[in-house]
């Protein structure tokens, strides 16, 4: 699957100013996250188990 064909969300915390802030991109077996100020970069991808767990860890 490309970058192109998945559907990207950025936080509602992300301002408008266009700092620094990243992309998520949930498939069925896969997270991708990039940059969003280089949407044509890389993509990091991970799986839900291993997202789940940064996420909860972040959010402590």
Known sequence: ??????????????????GDCVEVAAHTSTIHIRDSKLTEGPVLTVTPAAWAAFVGDATR
């Open 1 to 18: 699957m490309t970058a192109h064909a998945l559907t990207w969300f950025k936080s509602s915390y992300s301002g408008s100013e266009g």
